[in-house]
């Protein structure tokens, strides 16, 4: 009884200061907050340390939370992610690849259109079934009007001859194996000699008379001489000229035009000149190439 | 069985040298796999299997080199042949024993291929045998090698099924 009358007593003592306060705050505002503002003070560095700590205890549970339970998602996300780079990847490879394709495809037919020659174009399916010739095989044959002896060239310039053929396919003897011999001709001095393959994976002119003044640099194309190749196809550039004491002719070493070992598509030449005016036209453009300075 | 395994090998070989060994390639050289295959069938099957195989897998080959066309032909058949005579005559063969007789058959094989190209002097003959016929022979000798590992214990039990039946 008497606990309840005590329990009485002090709500209306609370009821009573909590009304004063009120009243307070309505009528005296700024004193009442300077005096609550200077008893909080205190109050709010107690707090300070729970607070402190119940915080970091918050960060960490949202730090375990973001970091590794939430991160379920992102770890799939990331793995989802990564295999679309991937997808990427694959088709930007495969476009990167069309483009050039395209722009190969190009030079081959601005080649072909400009081309003085009956040619055929042909794919490089392999290469020689062993490993002492320089040969490659083309996937067009006799079916395709492919004969031996046919010249084989790129846009950049002559690539080999045909020396063997089937019904479906080819095979071309390169412009660097020692067997075949292709006539060639110095640009800039007009001589004349015999480019012949080396075993060093190069070709060499031969023959060249010893009065020339050849030098490294000079370019040589086909003379149009032998059957298989019309005139002025590039065939290399000198590195260098080799000229023995007692020796008959000069003899000098060829860097390819053509980089043989990354061939896809090549033109095999069926007849050297299309037709007459053809011949004409592109030994005047040789003439006048001769002429400029 | 052993038929449509050597057409197989006779369709197969030839092909897959000329289109993709290129990147398996050591300094440019490449293993002859119808010489392996001939000397595998030889050691294996008996000296007539190996000469008809390596006949057939040089006349393809022939097909597909720039070469002159007799040279495969008697090459692979040749091999062929021989490992069939060694085979016949070694009564233990191991992988060492196969590994130096494949890389001798190779040696001769690529002799009679830098002859026939007429080598301009000991210089030139030198430097195929450095460059071209050396690094083949140990290719050659190396997959025959692995090959043969691969297959002995198929072939001891043909053997001693064939011995046993004798």
Same mark, same amino acid.
């Given at each position: 009884?008497?606990?309840?009358?005590?329990?009485?007593?002090?709500?209306?003592?609370?009821?009573?200061?909590?009304?004063?306060?009120?009243?307070?705050?309505?009528?005296?505002?700024?004193?009442?907050?300077?005096?609550?503002?200077?008893?909080?003070?205190?109050?709010?560095?107690? *707090?300070?340390?729970?607070?402190?700590? @119940?915080?970091?205890?918050? =960060?960490?549970?949202?730090?375990?939370?973001?970091?590794?339970?939430?991160?379920?998602?992102?770890?799939?996300?990331?793995?989802?992610? =990564?295999?679309?780079?991937?997808? *990427?990847?694959?088709?930007?490879?495969?476009?990167?690849?069309?483009?050039?394709?395209?722009?190969?495809?190009?030079?081959?037919?601005?080649? %072909?259109?400009?081309?003085?020659?009956?040619? *055929?174009?042909?794919?490089?399916?392999?290469?020689?079934?062993?490993?002492?010739?320089?040969?490659?095989?083309?996937? %067009?044959?006799?079916?395709?009007?492919?004969?031996?002896?046919?010249?084989?060239?790129?846009?950049?310039?002559?690539?080999?001859?045909?020396? %063997?053929?089937?019904?479906?396919?080819?095979?071309?003897?390169?412009?660097?194996?020692?067997?075949?011999? !292709?006539?060639?001709?110095?640009?800039?001095?007009?001589? $004349?000699?015999?480019?012949?393959?080396?075993?060093?994976?190069?070709? /060499?002119?031969?023959?060249?008379?010893?009065?020339?003044?050849?030098?490294?640099?000079?370019?040589?194309?086909?003379?149009? *001489?032998?059957?298989? @190749?019309? /005139?002025?196809?590039?065939?290399?550039?000198?590195?260098?000229?080799?000229?023995? $004491?007692?020796?008959? @002719?000069?003899?000098?070493?060829?860097?390819? $035009?053509?980089?043989?070992? %990354?061939?896809? $598509?090549?033109?095999? !030449?069926?007849?050297?000149?299309?037709?007459?005016?053809?011949?004409?036209?592109?030994?005047?453009?040789? =003439?006048?190439? /001769?002429?400029?300075? | &069985?052993? #038929?449509?395994?050597?057409?197989?090998?006779?369709?197969?070989?030839?092909?897959?040298?000329?289109?993709?060994?290129?990147?398996?390639?050591?300094? +440019?050289?490449?293993?002859?796999?119808?010489?392996?295959?001939?000397?595998?069938?030889?050691?294996? +099957? +008996?000296?007539?299997?190996?000469?008809?195989?390596?006949?057939?897998?040089?006349?393809?080959?022939? &097909?597909?080199?720039?070469?002159?066309?007799?040279?495969?032909?008697?090459?692979? +058949?040749?091999?062929? #042949?021989?490992?069939?005579?060694?085979?016949?005559?070694?009564?233990?063969?191991?992988?060492?024993?196969?590994?130096?007789?494949?890389?001798?058959?190779?040696?001769?094989?690529?002799?009679? #291929?830098?002859?026939?190209?007429?080598?301009?002097?000991?210089?030139?003959?030198?430097?195929?045998?450095?460059?071209?016929?050396?690094?083949?022979?140990?290719?050659?000798?190396?997959?025959?090698?692995?090959?043969?590992?691969? #297959?002995?214990?198929?072939?001891?039990?043909?053997? &001693?099924?064939?011995?046993?039946?004798?």
């Amino acid at each position: 009884m008497a606990i309840s009358r005590s329990t009485y007593g002090t709500r209306r003592l609370a009821i009573v200061l909590f009304a004063c306060l009120l009243i307070a705050l309505f009528l005296l505002p700024s004193q009442s907050q300077r005096l609550l503002q200077y008893v909080g003070g205190p109050l709010g560095q107690v *707090l300070s340390l729970p607070l402190a700590a @119940f915080s970091s205890v918050d =960060h960490g549970i949202a730090d375990i939370w973001n970091g590794y339970v939430a991160l379920q998602s992102v770890h799939e996300e990331n793995r989802q992610l =990564h295999r679309d780079i991937e997808l *990427l990847k694959g088709q930007n490879n495969q476009l990167r690849e069309s483009v050039t394709a395209v722009q190969r495809y190009e030079t081959l037919l601005n080649f %072909k259109q400009q081309s003085p020659s009956q040619t *055929l174009a042909a794919q490089v399916i392999g290469r020689d079934a062993t490993n002492w010739y320089r040969g490659m095989i083309l996937n %067009k044959g006799e079916s395709d009007g492919v004969k031996t002896e046919m010249g084989v060239v790129t846009p950049a310039g002559v690539v080999g001859r045909v020396v %063997k053929t089937n019904s479906t396919s080819s095979v071309v003897l390169l412009v660097t194996d020692p067997n075949n011999a !292709i006539a060639g001709v110095v640009q800039r001095t007009r001589d $004349e000699g015999i480019v012949e393959g080396t075993s060093h994976g190069r070709a /060499r002119l031969k023959y060249i008379p010893l009065l020339s003044r050849v030098q490294a640099g000079d370019r040589v194309v086909t003379s149009g *001489l032998t059957g298989a @190749f019309p /005139r002025g196809l590039a065939i290399g550039s000198l590195i260098q000229v080799e000229k023995s $004491e007692g020796d008959l @002719f000069q003899s000098a070493e060829i860097e390819p $035009e053509v980089d043989l070992s %990354k061939l896809d $598509e090549v033109f095999i !030449i069926t007849a050297p000149y299309e037709d007459a005016d053809a011949a004409q036209k592109l030994l005047q453009t040789i =003439h006048g190439d /001769r002429k400029k300075p | &069985m052993k #038929f449509l395994l050597y057409l197989l090998l006779a369709l197969v070989v030839v092909p897959f040298q000329t289109t993709l060994l290129h990147y398996a390639s050591v300094f +440019g050289v490449r293993p002859d796999l119808g010489l392996v295959a001939a000397c595998l069938v030889g050691f294996l +099957g +008996g000296e007539l299997d190996g000469l008809i195989l390596g006949l057939i897998l040089g006349c393809f080959q022939d &097909m597909l080199s720039a070469g002159d066309l007799w040279i495969n032909v008697v090459t692979k +058949g040749g091999s062929g #042949f021989l490992a069939g005579l060694a085979g016949r005559h070694m009564a233990h063969i191991t992988p060492a024993v196969m590994t130096a007789g494949l890389a001798i058959i190779s040696c001769l094989s690529s002799a009679v #291929f830098l002859y026939s190209m007429n080598p301009a002097g000991l210089d030139e003959v030198w430097l195929g045998v450095r460059s071209t016929v050396l690094v083949q022979a140990g290719l050659d000798a190396a997959l025959g090698a692995g090959l043969y590992l691969v #297959f002995r214990q198929r072939w001891s039990d043909d053997r &001693m099924v064939t011995e046993g039946a004798l």
